[in-house]
């Protein structure tokens, strides 16, 4: 973790001077004037700011372009926290006195942002400035919570939360020792009763604790655990919010198993408490919920071996590299797919987290023991669907989003099916030479796709990682390969000639169809399209002329 400058012992801290000599500090200039006082009383002190070297990002500067210079404005909380240590933000709050509304109104005009009114009684406003880059920045404006800024810093959840920046001078404001939690990565309440307040502050404490690597202080961590059953009172979406948050975030395996002791999940996501200690069959090495945990966490690594952001000790050990050298290509294909939204409050990244979490959901559903011990699931991964699109309406996640979770879930089990009958057919086909029966064809690959759509992609990364999750460092090398090869081979079909095997563009359209072969509006109209397409994926048709010929041969069959 970045630290933070170095240049002075009271950087970012304001100090009281007598005679030009430092004689004590704080995080405020009241603090620093009455620590000053309870030694030299007598004396009159000078109090200053001691600048600490900020980055600020050219958007703050645009807000202050737009400000009134008599208008104060704060910025606080995560954005302050994020520049202290060197990191960007792309969520701005603001804290003001008066009328927020107002000035929020005003900056989105000179800035070009969209508004938003959040709270008109309590003075919230959200503006989203969208670049043509396709990202955005989100700034809430609100209201001081209290008569002064201090009071609402002290009414904030944890320490390093409760920092505020100067818009005008850019002067920190520190009242709760922020800045030395940050540089201790301590966790700390902001008042005892914090999560009482808001018991929705439990999920993000597990959150900023995985992002930044922090230690939660033993006290902080009693007070979370009693602060659960207040989770029921909150808002489902606050819940859900926060909770997308640690999915989207760093180590979401790590902050689930922390959500798991804290009591969280049964107050959250009931469901998820059946998975706990149902047995798996060899080649399982884990029960369902260590190895639901264990999938999340290899798909975290394999997705950092995925990234631009190539990071080569993410992909030191022998299954990552072989990722890397197998699909490293497709680098830039995978960020612009989780670049894409479904809905502007979560990311497909998130959604595929949520996914890999619910994959086995069904597991003690469909849970049977055969005459041989062996444990079976059989059709858990199209229950599995079905549960996982009834989380996702209690959640109020939208028709796109339940959509996809549903394919990913149902579809987990595809790319494993085709790896495996791959190996089987290569081992029948030893010594046939010139045989290449073992790749999965190219109907197997257009039905792939066109069941599972843009959440293909999504399968074959947790399929992946399912994989390493099941037999952790039993994998066997050959059956690694070959559901690397298959992967290969569906996102080269997918990202590299979909117009050819995925998605061919239609030679009939269905006036076409119901013209040429005297069909009236029906769902065969629309089944010999389908079959016309899979023709053209299968390179078996190519014009006009083709489909027609086919269409009526295989009307012919059909009767």
């Known amino acids: 973790m970045p630290k933070l400058p170095p240049e002075s012992p009271y950087a970012g801290r304001w100090v009281a001077r007598v005679n030009q000599k ?27 700011y001691m600048p600490t070297p900020l980055n600020l990002p050219p958007l703050l500067l645009d807000v202050l372009d737009a400000l009134p210079a008599d208008q104060p404005l704060y910025l606080i909380g995560g954005a302050v926290r994020d520049m202290l240590l060197g990191r960007t933000s792309h969520d701005l709050d603001f804290g003001l006195p008066g009328d927020s509304l107002r000035v929020a109104r005003r900056i989105a005009n000179k800035i070009g942002a969209a508004y938003y009114p959040l709270d008109s009684e309590r003075g919230a406003a959200r503006l989203v400035l969208i670049h043509d880059d396709g990202t955005r920045d989100v700034l809430d404006f609100a209201a001081f919570r209290g008569e002064t800024l201090e009071e609402d810093l002290r009414g904030r959840d944890f320490t390093l939360n409760a920092i505020a920046l100067d818009m005008h001078t850019h002067n920190i404001y ?30 993000r404490a597990v959150r900023l604790a995985a992002n930044f690597e922090f230690k939660i202080l033993p006290e902080t961590r009693r007070t979370m655990k009693e602060a659960v059953v207040g989770l029921a009172d909150t808002s489902v979406e606050r819940q859900r919010d926060e909770f997308f948050k640690i999915l989207e975030g760093k180590q979401p395996a790590t902050a689930l198993r922390a959500l798991e002791i804290l009591g969280v999940l049964p107050e959250f996501l009931s469901e998820l408490a059946a998975i706990k200690g149902v047995e798996q069959s060899a080649p399982h090495v884990d029960d369902v919920w260590s190895h639901t945990l264990s999938t999340m966490r290899h798909l975290e690594s394999m997705l950092a071996a995925l990234s631009p952001k190539y990071d080569k000790s ?91 979770l549903k394919r990913i879930v149902r579809g987990h089990l595809r790319v494993h099916d085709m790896a495996r009958r791959m190996l089987e057919q290569r081992e029948q086909a030893k010594g046939q030479e010139g045989s290449g029966a073992e790749r999965p064809s190219r109907r197997t690959i257009y039905r792939f796709f066109r069941d599972t759509s843009e959440a293909g992609v999504d399968i074959i990364l947790l399929s992946l990682a399912d994989l390493r999750a099941t037999y952790e460092h039993t994998l066997p090398e050959g059956l690694w390969k070959a559901e690397l090869d298959v992967a290969r081979l569906l996102l080269e079909n997918y990202f590299e000639r979909p117009e050819e095997t995925v998605k061919p563009k239609s030679l009939l359209d269905g006036h076409e169809v119901m013209k040429a072969f005297d069909l009236r509006p029906s769902p065969r109209v629309g089944a010999v399209i389908e079959a016309i397409r899979e023709g053209q994926a299968m390179g078996e048709i190519a014009t006009r002329g083709d489909a027609l010929a086919f269409g009526k041969k295989w009307l012919a069959e059909e009767n």
């Open 22 to 48: 430092i004689v004590a500090h704080g995080g405020t200039p009241e603090q620093a004037r009455h620590a000053a006082e309870k030694t030299r009383h007598k004396e009159k002190t000078e109090i200053t």
């Open 174 to 203: 520190d009242p709760l020792g922020g800045a030395a939690d940050l540089r201790a990565k301590e966790l700390r309440l902001c008042s005892p009763t914090s999560l009482r307040d808001d018991p929705v502050r439990v999920l």
């Open 314 to 404: 993410k992909a030191s050990e022998f299954h990552n590299g072989y990722i890397v050298i197998k699909l490293g290509r497709y680098r830039e294909k995978f960020a612009a797919h989780f670049g894409e939204s479904l809905t502007v409050d979560r990311s497909l990244y998130g959604l595929l987290f949520f996914a890999a979490l619910y994959h086995d959901i069904a597991k003690p559903v469909k849970s049977k023991t055969e005459a041989d011990g062996r444990i079976r699931f059989l059709g858990h991964e199209v229950e599995g669907g079905e549960m996982v699109a009834e989380r996702a309406r209690k959640l109020h996640l939208s028709n796109d989003e339940i959509d996809r």
